[in-house]
């Protein structure tokens, strides 16, 4: 007992209340911790010394979107930060400009086809961005290049040839076909295109031996063709 009883007095008593044991000054037992606080002694020799010091900062405005500056161009501070001015460009908070395109228009009224080729025209906008679709051309003129759907439907007329294609320009990109049948059904015909500012598509009839028609009538719609952006040229 007498040696743990030594050694709890050892603890708590000061040092001066043992004049015969010696006195060792405090070392480490292992690295200090890096970084050093803001009063802590840092000697040349320590690795960090040339380290900048860097002091993080949360601009509100980027998380609300609102900012325009995100590149920081500077120097380091006296201080140890990093001094500079923010530049307006490839900013987190900057709404990206996006491109819009798209057209659906529809045609109530039948159509017999009168010439070898004909355009076909529409009498019904469903949408129409911009005005780029002319209802009585029935033509959509391309203002923002890049990758389109298309999607023409119409209703075949009993006993009649139908006989259309999409066309880009002047050359024809697709073609919907029915043979001529005691019963109407309906057709459908889709693609994706490439197409470039001032482009012009649009649909035309053929009329070859037969008589080529497609149905419609007032009280509903029945041949339909529209468009839409699927992704910008400038995003390819």
Known sequence: MAAPTLLLLALLLPAGAWPGLPRRPCVHCCHPAWPPGPYARVSDGDPWRSLPRVRPTIDIEILKGEARGCRLHGTWGSGGGLEGTLSPSLCPG????RAYAAFSVGRREGLHSSDDFQAVPFDT???????????AE????CTVPGVYFLSLNVHTWNYKETY?????????????????????????QSLMLLLAAG???WVRM???EQDNAVYGERGDLYITFSGHLVKPAAEL
């Open 164 to 188: 259309l294609h999409i066309m880009l320009n002047r050359r024809p990109a697709a073609v919907l076909y029915a043979q001529p049948s005691e019963r109407s059904v309906m057709q459908a």
């Open 199 to 201: 482009d012009a598509v």
């Open 206 to 208: 053929f009329q070859r």
């Open 125 to 135: 906008e469903l949408v129409n961005l911009d005005g780029a679709f002319d209802l």
């Open 138 to 141: 029935g033509r959509f003129l």
């Open 94 to 97: 900057t709404p990206c400009q």
